[in-house]
């Protein structure tokens, strides 16, 4: 830790170290590459360079990811037991121990100060007798403990100081930086403290600093110097919060913007509503809506009967009857002579849909109309004339729907089903889709400012700072609760040894009449993935069937069956010609049979908890009891305990935060969500609170300001654009 040692300055205070004298210093500027910094050698602007670091301003912007923090030196004699504490002294003797005169093998050292002497242990490190020789001065850390007579320190941090090391140093927190091999902490930690006085002063504040004293942020450039070299934790605590406040404002500022751009531009069919028309929607349904599923038509009511284009997210656990709420306001728009499109991930699931959908609206004058990749052409080109001359009232589809063909002679409400599927990409799409006739030819009685009321469904609980953070724009409802009678599905986590049990009891359950579905991660097996004993979806078809499950029906369900098979097989299991179905993760959303009470997941330690919970959701439909097995491989133990919060929760938010915490939201969804932010400082699973924070201070900021057009926020607003100004589409207002 030579690199980054300070030493006392002629004022009391401490200064970084430097090689250059600041006062005769050459002058720099952000942007001056660091090879012509003096101070900077070559190897190590080479070194930084290759980590993108290439000018002044990467290099303070490289930000050390931790920090230590390094007590305050004390006299050996002062030491006590059972301390984290900090000494140096000189050497007085070094041995070095291996078997057979020791178990492990150590090197052991004494070291004295002039007060006292201290016993040093290092185990496990040899290549310390190289280090630690006689007559040398170093720097210990670590814990105190008694042993036998003496006073002793294990496997402390240790530092050989050169001769001219100062005074005793005071505590301190030294910050660790993301580094190479090439470029080690402490050589990056030497080279900001080169550049970082000279660049300070360089740093321009975005913010007013009346805003940013109220909210208790420190000023940029100060927090910069925090983070670099803080005083103290506190100093470090506080640049963080800065810091990660600009990311998270930032973001919501931009998301605002848009909004509030879309929302003056942009104008939706204002729809009709009356009770008689409530009545004849609800009559349609064969139940009546739980409080859940009426609390969020009545948030629906009000979106679609204004003209402000509505963006709101509508989230409900698995099971809690989302299709209806859609239906609904599908059915407003037709109730105003107005078109409805529903769009769904799969085939499956549009057709799922097309199909509980017409038979709710069997006998009533509503055309439905089902459009996926699979369609036939010509009954493509006759869908989308009706479309077009507004004979088609409803279209359910997949994202064919999105297709540049597709033109909607009054489109006024689009409904997203299971949207995070689709990926925030997608949703941008249909947003800038949205607009009725874009470009079109084709007479319309809209003008090319109007856009339908877009809703968009999940079943996957999103955690409160993801939802923020990726839909910031949308409105959300939730429904709560289930439909009655519904039955919690019982879950239990199994080794591969109770596999045998395991299907015995399936069998058991088959010859009772039940159904099944038995989920794995992949098509194909251990063959292709080179992973033994991984099995896919064909190579267990083959094994039950040889085994287990003899005799049983059973049917492979995966993505690359052809869809006309792949409804075959759904439309056999449906109607009960299917005992069980062997299936990938195609089955994870949506999918609704509710004879099907029973469901083994094998290798289940390769879902997420929130993917889980999805799956586990396609059984307990029906008012019989579900089982869900999941078979987890004890090798990866801390799996198996993760995977053991599935037997006692059944909230899939609970579920959802859990995932969050444990592997971050990049894999929550299963895969990686493209389309995060790309926050350096921020952290989604620790700061909800700064984040709720920035999106209130962001939507108020918008609503005073919305284009951000005042000279004092020209810097802010250019930092928006350059960060936000692609992915959000900001061109425009930028
Ligand atoms: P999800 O929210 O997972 O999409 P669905 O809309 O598929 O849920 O509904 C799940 C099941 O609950 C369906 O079989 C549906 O018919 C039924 N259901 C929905 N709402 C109600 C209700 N209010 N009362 C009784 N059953 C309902
Ligand atoms: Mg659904």
């Given amino acids: 830790m030579v690199g980054c040692a300070r030493r006392r300055d002629g004022r009391g205070g401490v200064a970084l170290a430097s090689r250059v004298d600041p006062a005769q210093a050459e002058r720099i500027a952000l942007n001056t590459p660091l090879d012509a910094v003096g101070g ?83 185990f496990n490190m040899l290549w310390m007798r190289h280090k630690v020789r006689p007559g040398v001065r170093v720097r210990v850390q670590g814990r105190t403990e008694r042993f036998k007579q003496a006073l002793r320190m294990v496997n402390p941090q240790t530092e050989v100081l050169p001769d001219d090391e100062p005074a005793p140093r005071e505590a301190r927190v030294r910050p660790i930086y993301p580094a190479t091999e090439r470029m080690p902490s402490w050589r990056i930690a030497r080279c900001v403290g080169e550049v970082l006085d000279r660049a300070l002063p360089l740093i321009e504040e975005h913010l007013p600093e009346a805003y940013r004293v109220e909210r208790g942020l420190p000023a940029l450039a100060d927090a910069y110097r925090m983070m670099h070299a803080p005083r103290d934790e506190r100093e470090f605590t506080l640049a963080r919060r800065r810091l990660a406040y600009d990311e998270l404002l930032l973001l919501q ?67 809690s009857g989302k299709t209806v709420v859609a239906l609904y306001a599908m059915l407003m728009a037709v109730a105003d002579g107005k078109q409805a499109a529903l769009m769904a991930p799969t085939e499956i699931l549009a057709e799922q849909h097309g199909a509980s959908m017409g038979r709710m609206l069997e006998g009533s004058r509503v055309r439905l109309a089902l459009l996926t990749g699979s369609t036939p052409e010509d009954q493509r080109a006759s869908i989308l004339r009706g479309l077009e001359g507004g004979e088609v009232d409803l279209l359910v589809g997949t994202h064919a729907l999105l297709g540049e063909r597709v033109r ?105 009449g039940e ?52 409804d075959l097989v759904m439309g056999r299991f449906r109607a009960g010609l299917i005992d069980a179905l062997v299936a990938t993760t195609v089955i994870e959303v949506g999918v609704d049979v509710p004879n099907a009470t029973n469901m083994i997941v094998e290798h289940a330690d390769r879902f997420g908890l929130a993917q889980l919970h999805q799956l586990r959701g396609r059984v307990g439909r029906g008012e019989k009891a579900s089982a869900c097995v999941l078979i987890a491989d004890p090798t990866t133990e801390d799996a198996q305990d993760r995977l053991k919060v599935m037997e006692r929760v059944s909230d899939g938010f609970a579920l959802a935060e859990r995932d969050l915490e444990i592997r971050g939201p990049g894999e929550l969804f299963g895969t990686r969500q493209s389309g995060l932010p790309p926050f350096k400082v921020a952290d989604l699973r620790q700061d909800l609170g700064l984040l709720t924070a920035a999106r209130r201070d962001a939507a108020a900021w918008i609503d005073a300001s919305p284009g951000l057009s005042h000279p004092q926020e020209r810097l802010l607003l250019r930092r928006l654009v350059k960060t936000y100004g692609a992915s959000l589409g900001l061109g425009d207002v930028g």
């Fill in 253 to 319: 500022l931009g998301v605002h913007m848009k909004r509030a751009h879309l929302r003056r531009t942009l104008k939706a069919p204002a729809l009709r509503w009356s009770q008689a028309i409530d009545r004849h929607i609800r009559e349609r349904f064969p139940f009546p809506l739980t409080p859940g599923q009426d609390a969020v038509v009545k948030d629906i009511v009000k979106d679609l009967s204004s003209p402000t284009p509505t963006n709101r997210l509508i989230q409900g656990d698995v099971g």
């Fill in 515 to 566: 159904q099944a579905f038995v989920v794995v991660p992949v098509i194909d097996g251990a063959e292709e993935e080179g992973d033994s004993g991984l099995k896919g979806v064909r190579a267990l078809v083959r094994e039950l069937q040889g085994g287990p499950l003899e005799g049983k029906r059973l049917a492979a369900l995966h993505g690359r069956l052809k869809p006309s098979t792949r």
């Fill in 408 to 512: 909607y002679a009054s489109l006024a409400v689009a409904v997203i089903d299971e949207q995070h599927r689709f990926g925030v990409h997608q949703r941008a799409v249909l947003r800038s889709k949205g607009t009725v006739q874009q470009g079109g030819p084709a007479p319309s009685p809209l003008d090319d400012t109007v856009t339908p009321h877009v809703l968009v469904m999940t079943a996957t609980p999103i955690p409160r700072t993801l939802a923020i953070t990726l839909f910031g724009d949308l409105d959300v409802s939730t429904i709560a609760g289930l439909p009655p009678g519904r039955q919690p599905v019982r879950t239990i986590v199994v080794g591969p040894d109770d596999r045998p049990a395991v299907y015995r009891r399936l069998r058991q359950k088959l010859d009772a």
């Fill in 40 to 122: 900077i050698g070559p190897t190590d602007a080479g070194a930084l360079g290759a980590m993108g670091l290439t000018n002044v301003g990467r290099l303070v912007a490289h930000l050390p990811h931790r920090h230590e923090k390094l007590e305050a030196e004390s006299d050996i004699g002062a030491l006590a037991p059972e301390l984290l504490a900090s000494a140096r002294g000189e050497v007085l003797s070094v041995r070095a121990l291996v078997w057979p005169h020791a178990r492990v093998p150590r090197v052991e050292a004494v070291i004295a100060d002039g007060t006292g002497r201290l016993e040093v242990v290092w």
